[in-house]
T-cell receptor, first 114, second 117 residues
């Protein structure tokens, strides 16, 4: 069965510190991997995606993620966190086709302290 | 450029009542999705339309739930005889035709929060 695990429910980092949010997936075929962000009162927004090629992908807002097939992981990173990054982050997996149904993790809430 | 809009944003109802949510996707997006998000969980897929055709339904969508997209534009999600377990955020998303955006690149609305008393 397809599943996504985000082990950390909450993470708190200081502004300017680096960030890594963990994501592990279980998928029977070649996965299509995503990170979405949900800020309070706003809809989910796509940060970045991976389906082939370079395993390090760049996204918006200075985020990047690295796909590691051997570890079934797709961790999200940012070298220097800004207070505006406080939000909930969701990792998702889906098949390589349009109209796919994404399977989301439970999310990680990021708090940024000044 | 307007994004995906959902109405109402909040709905409080009593158990047993019917509720209907509306979603207006981004214009020219031919694919429309409904997801449900409960507290502490990520969104769960409910159903998917391509134009007016409902192509996939999750087993989460019991017979009390029905979704339509009559003219391939806006969509409605109706829940009949609501139960307390239906309390959740109902998210709508849309995506453009193949080739305009990548598969899985969904544009989400802000959601409709349902509270069943």
């Amino acid at each position: 069965a397809q599943s996504v695990t985000q082990p950390d429910i909450h993470i708190t980092v200081s502004e300017g510190a680096s960030l890594e949010l963990r994501c592990n997936y279980s998928y029977g075929a070649t996965p299509y991997l995503f990170w979405y962000v949900q800020s309070p009162g706003q809809g989910l927004q796509l940060l970045l995606k991976y389906f082939s090629g370079d395993t390090l992908v760049q996204g918006i807002k200075g985020f990047e993620a690295e796909f590691k097939r051997s570890q079934s992981s797709f961790n999200l990173r940012k070298p220097s966190v800004h207070w505006s990054d406080a939000a909930e982050y969701f990792c998702a997996v889906g098949p390589l086709e349009y109209g796919n149904k994404l399977v989301f993790g439970a999310g990680t809430i990021l708090r940024v302290k000044s | 450029d307007t994004g995906v809009s959902q109405d109402p944003r909040h709905k409080i109802t009593k158990r047993g009542q019917n509720v209907t949510f509306r979603c207006d996707p981004i214009s020219e997006h031919n694919r429309l999705y409904w997801y449900r998000q409960t507290l502490g969980q990520g969104p769960e897929f409910l159903t998917y339309f391509q134009n007016e055709a409902q192509l996939e339904k999750s087993r989460l969508l019991s017979d009390r739930f029905s979704a339509e997209r009559p003219k391939g534009s806006f969509s409605t999600l109706e829940i009949q005889r609501t139960e307390q377990g239906d309390s959740a955020m109902y998210l709508c998303a849309s995506s453009p035709p193949s080739g305009v955006a990548s598969p899985g690149e969904l544009f989400f609305g802000e959601g409709s929060r349902l509270t069943v008393l």
